[in-house]
């Protein structure tokens, strides 16, 4: 089976720090991968790598079995192809930790702008979708008001929309829940758990154990750039074989 997104061996460093030393993750068509570990373990820079937010240093990148293709070496690498990289964000859709709307816009303006803008789709064919999505994450009575009128959580899940409206082929989420406090992160974990249920690829980096173990098909442990431990999340939470892993769980939340 094609992967949807494939990272063989990735390596990234900051000057003479090395963030990421060689990891290797797998996520085919439907599945959901969790990246957990302590704050500094590398998962969101390794998130960052997958969408080509960031250069790695070495190690290959393919989106549905399609390698990036680079220039130069180490600190110099840079992906080759600009169309080839913008190709591949747009179907690596991204939520990030702060929600990024454009204050200055509506709701549902905040979703139509991108699929108008990247792909150069009408707005008369953007609109009934975007509504649907925003719909869809629970806050279709919102597309007229802006962001600054919205709880964090609200904005949260319009960031949500605004990626769905992409029509990607894998969402990436880079701890989306934890700006929100507890009650407005429940309205987020929601809609995650109803995207894995309808079968969308996504690599979510999450600081909420409950998430992980819930909506994953397979979760992977960071510490210190390394994958420490991976496997199902029966393996990984209820017997995990690392001393490490099992100190990380024992404290209940990422450090």
Same mark, same amino acid.
């Given at each position: 089976?094609?992967?949807?997104?494939?990272?063989?061996?990735?390596?990234?460093?900051?000057?003479?720090?090395?963030?990421?030393?060689?990891?290797?993750?797998?996520?085919?068509?439907?599945?959901?991968?969790?990246?957990?570990?302590?704050?500094?373990?590398?998962?969101?820079?390794?998130?960052?790598?997958?969408?080509?937010?960031?250069?790695?240093?070495?190690?290959?990148?393919?989106?549905?079995? $399609?390698?990036?293709?680079?220039?130069?070496?180490?600190?110099?690498?840079?992906? *080759?192809?600009?169309?080839?990289?913008?190709?591949?964000?747009?179907?690596?859709?991204?939520?990030?930790?702060?929600?990024?709307?454009?204050?200055?816009?509506?709701?549902?303006?905040?979703?139509?702008? *991108?699929?108008?803008?990247?792909?150069?789709?009408?707005?008369?064919?953007?609109?009934?979708?975007?509504?649907?999505?925003?719909?869809?994450?629970?806050?279709?009575?919102?597309?007229?008001?802006?962001?600054?009128?919205?709880?964090?959580?609200?904005?949260?899940?319009?960031?949500?929309?605004?990626?769905?409206?992409?029509?990607?082929?894998?969402?990436?989420?880079?701890?989306?829940?934890? *700006?929100?406090?507890?009650?407005?992160?429940? $309205?987020?974990?929601?809609?995650?758990?109803?995207?894995?249920?309808?079968?969308?690829?996504?690599?979510?980096?999450?600081?909420?154990?409950?998430?992980?173990?819930?909506?994953?098909?397979?979760?992977?442990?960071?510490?210190?750039?390394?994958?420490?431990?991976?496997?199902?999340?029966?393996?990984?939470?209820?017997?995990?074989?690392?001393?490490?892993?099992?100190?990380?769980?024992?404290?209940?939340?990422?450090?």
């Amino acid at each position: 089976m094609t992967s949807v997104i494939e990272l063989k061996n990735i390596c990234k460093s900051y000057d003479q720090l090395d963030v990421i030393k060689g990891v290797s993750i797998r996520a085919n068509r439907g599945e959901v991968i969790s990246l957990i570990g302590s704050s500094g373990s590398g998962k969101s820079t390794l998130l960052r790598c997958t969408n080509l937010l960031e250069d790695s240093q070495s190690g290959d990148v393919l989106f549905e079995g $399609e390698p990036v293709a680079w220039t130069g070496e180490g600190l110099h690498r840079r992906p *080759a192809k600009k169309d080839q990289v913008t190709r591949i964000r747009t179907n690596l859709s991204m939520v990030f930790q702060q929600f990024n709307l454009w204050s200055h816009m509506t709701i549902l303006q905040n979703v139509m702008e *991108a699929p108008i803008t990247v792909l150069g789709r009408s707005a008369a064919d953007v609109e009934p979708a975007a509504r649907a999505y925003l719909t869809k994450v629970g806050i279709g009575d919102k597309c007229d008001v802006y962001p600054a009128q919205l709880s964090g959580g609200q904005q949260q899940r319009a960031a949500i929309a605004r990626a769905l409206c992409m029509e990607p082929k894998a969402l990436l989420f880079d701890e989306p829940t934890s *700006a929100l406090d507890p009650e407005l992160e429940q $309205e987020v974990i929601k809609v995650i758990k109803d995207l894995a249920t309808e079968g969308r690829t996504m690599l979510i980096v999450t600081h909420d154990m409950a998430l992980a173990r819930d909506v994953s098909d397979h979760v992977v442990f960071l510490h210190q750039g390394l994958i420490e431990e991976e496997g199902p999340p029966a393996e990984v939470f209820d017997r995990p074989k690392s001393a490490r892993l099992q100190q990380f769980l024992s404290a209940g939340k990422t450090i």
